[in-house]
């Protein structure tokens, strides 16, 4: 399988020439070693996850990055260690060049303090997320929506023809003996487990700690730990309510998303595409999915996301609000392959409720009719961002 060319390469090349430190992020095994030795492949390599080459850079930085000083470097997996960050601000503060080290990390909470104590306007932050729609059509257009469910986006599931179930298996296993060993310290494993696949089960759903709490066996203060701990090691998200109030956004219960919908449905225990053809959590996967290329859109610009829903207290909801300044696009997404005009009742009531703050109502759905009904653009979520205007 040639490279597939990602979306973030050209902010990216943008912010390497102002900034004397790019910093990727992201989940494990999205492709951010391959876009670094691509994009700056006449900087040298280095990999911390190396125990040999982490003995030396923790023990002995100066002597470490003394082989990078006239070149700069890409460093992999900087989290393992962290305290390189301050020695690079003086290499960096000596000889002010631009795009000068690069480097990647899968772990948000090792990574950010560190970089906001000793890069602070030296580095600038991208998140590398798994392919997107318009990445993996370039790879094959055909794939069906039940695949894209099944398979996910993860790359190497794609550049190494690796079967589905078999990556998702090892993926997760290696996250909780790496990541979630070395974020917290767990007395037992399967309580862990038994949270993160309920979490599954609550795919587009208002995140509850008590509820969780109750289910799996520990306190509410554990599950909102555990949230966190999905949260910086990019299994999870959480899509906060819209509030004209910013106060109620930070208080009000979030929706709880995953970045891959390939993972999500490993945990739900789907083992072949007919399982998700008739799995009930089937329109909550669809769902996640659509959410995750709106997300993707934002950060492959190095943009801030800006989405929520919207639900009132009438239980009207809108399942998606990107903001722009003072105005939205409200976005309603339907798994059908068949279009209704019922789809277009609660965009039309949010249109009602904010006036003339609405830039856009969008239907999106897996039906191949795209058209216009009632001011809503019904589109197809394939050709999403493959258009210049929706």
């Given at each position: ?12 090349l943008h912010i390497s020439k102002s ?145 589905a179930l078999f990556f998702y298996r ?107 053809k008739s799995h009930p959590l089937r ?108």
């Open positions: 399988m040639d490279l597939i060319d990602r979306d973030i390469e050209p902010a990216l900034f004397s430190v790019v910093v990727i992020t992201g989940p494990r095994q999205t492709g951010k070693t391959t876009l670094c030795k691509k994009i700056f492949s006449n900087k040298p390599y280095s990999n911390l996850e190396l125990p040999d080459v982490r003995d030396i850079a923790i023990n002995d930085p100066r002597a470490y990055l003394q082989n990078f000083e006239d070149t700069g470097a890409i460093i992999d997996e900087i989290q393992y260690a962290p305290d390189l960050l301050s020695y690079i601000q003086q290499i960096v503060d000596n000889n002010k060049r631009k795009g000068f080290f690069i480097l990647t990390g899968s772990n948000q909470l090792l990574l950010l303090e560190k970089i906001t104590q000793s890069l602070a306007g030296r580095a600038a932050i991208l998140n590398l997320l798994p392919f997107s729609l318009h990445e993996l059509n370039s790879y094959n257009p055909h794939f069906t929506t039940n695949e894209y469910l099944f398979h996910g986006f993860y790359p190497a599931i794609y550049s190494n023809n690796q079967d090892n993926y997760y296993a290696t996250y909780l003996e790496r990541d979630v060993r070395q974020l917290i310290n767990l007395k037992d494993l399967q309580l862990f487990q038994t949270f993160i696949r309920l979490c599954a089960t609550r795919v587009g759903q208002l995140f509850n700690a008590s509820t969780l709490a109750n289910e799996v066996g520990v306190s509410a203060i554990t599950i909102k730990s555990w949230i966190s701990i999905l949260k910086v090691s990019y299994v999870i998200y959480t899509l906060p309510p819209y509030y004209e109030n910013i106060g109620k956004r930070l208080v009000k219960s979030p929706k709880i998303y995953f970045h891959d919908v390939g993972l999500v449905a490993y945990l739900l225990g789907i083992e072949n595409i007919s399982h998700v329109g909550e996967l669809f769902e996640n999915l659509v959410i995750n290329e709106y997300m993707k859109n934002r950060t492959n610009k190095g943009l801030e996301p800006h989405l929520y829903f919207y639900r009132d207290s009438h239980q009207n909801e809108v399942d998606l609000i990107q903001t722009s300044g003072n105005k939205f696009d409200a976005i309603e997404i339907k798994s059908a392959q068949t279009f209704h005009t019922k789809f277009c009742k609660s965009l039309n009531y949010f249109e009602n409720l904010f006036n003339k703050r609405i830039n856009k109502k969008i239907v999106v759905y897996a039906g191949d009719m795209e058209t216009t009904y009632n001011g809503c653009a019904i589109l197809n979520y394939k050709n999403l961002f493959l258009r210049k205007k929706l």
